[in-house]
Nanobody, 115 residues
Framework: QVRLVEAGGGWVQAGDSLILSCAAP????????MGWYRQAPGQQLELVGS???????NHAESVKGRFTISRDAAKNTVYLQMNSLKPEDTAVYYC?????????WGQGTQVTVSS
């Protein structure tokens, strides 16, 4: 069982930056893909960005140019650098990791952006 542990959420003002991190402590195998999703109040879960084990990235249109996903594959750690944050980025951000056909999720970290 993979346990994903997120860190880095918080409260910021519009225009500020935050970096989220997510690790899989104790999991000895490389996760094939990792990503970040978010869910705002009353909204559906949406993909923010994903990255494969070879480093191929994908970002949602709403965050392109502002957010960057990266990973340290050897450490099963994924990061989300968030710049120029907007109030509409306010959500709970969830880390996701794939191991074979299995999907694993972190507990979520709150990001709140005030105007």
């Amino acid at each position: 069982q993979v346990r994903l542990v997120e860190a880095g959420g918080g409260w910021v003002q519009a225009g500020d930056s935050l970096i989220l991190s997510c690790a899989a402590p104790g999991w000895p195998y490389r996760l094939t893909a990792m990503g970040w999703y978010r869910q705002a109040p009353g909204q559906q879960l949406e993909l923010v960005g994903s990255i494969t084990s070879s480093g191929i990235t994908n970002h949602a249109e709403s965050v392109k140019g502002r957010f960057t996903i990266s990973r340290d594959a050897a450490k099963n750690t994924v990061y989300l650098q968030m710049n120029s944050l907007k109030p509409e980025d306010t959500a709970v951000y969830y880390c996701n990791g794939s191991a074979g056909v299995c999907q694993y999720w972190g507990q979520g970290t709150q990001v709140t952006v005030s105007s």
